[in-house]
């Protein structure tokens, strides 16, 4: 993919929604293990059926998210996350995304998390909450309940 270099700030990982409710201190021991990744437009970061191995954050420019089964595409920009589900489950990806501009990302791999699942349980175990949420959340939307009051996880709003 290219040249990675860690050079991420914790005040930076407040703008993405899936780290926003983490406090100063976990988002910096979230930043200490993060990736960032400098991206020319039209570059593959996965295809469809890949093994997915790492959550990544577009932090600039846009990405492109289309899936066979799904049809249409979507092209997501800043603050945008996908592969959560990767940091504590293998899995075919079930998307190709490629670089619709100039992008940066932040690249957090399976095993960057487990090193900070170790040292910062509390940081992980917040993440790990943040993407349920977020799972929860898309879920309501897919069935039409942007707002709903239906928690996947058995509880009320």
Known sequence: MGPRVRDVGALELKDFTL???LDE???EAVAEVLEELWLDP???LFDEGEQSEEL???AEGSVRVESSRAGEGVEL???ASLGAFSLVASG???AR?????????LVLQRSAFHGLRDESPRAACRLLESVVRETARLSRAALGRPGGAVDP???DD
């Open 19 to 21: 780290l926003a409710e």
């Open 25 to 27: 201190s976990e988002r």
């Open 42 to 44: 039209d570059t593959v």
């Open 56 to 58: 990544l954050l577009v």
């Open 77 to 79: 920009g800043r603050g």
């Open 92 to 94: 075919p990806r079930e």
């Open 97 to 105: 995304a490629e670089t619709a501009s100039r992008v940066r990302i």
């Open 153 to 155: 996880l058995g509880g």
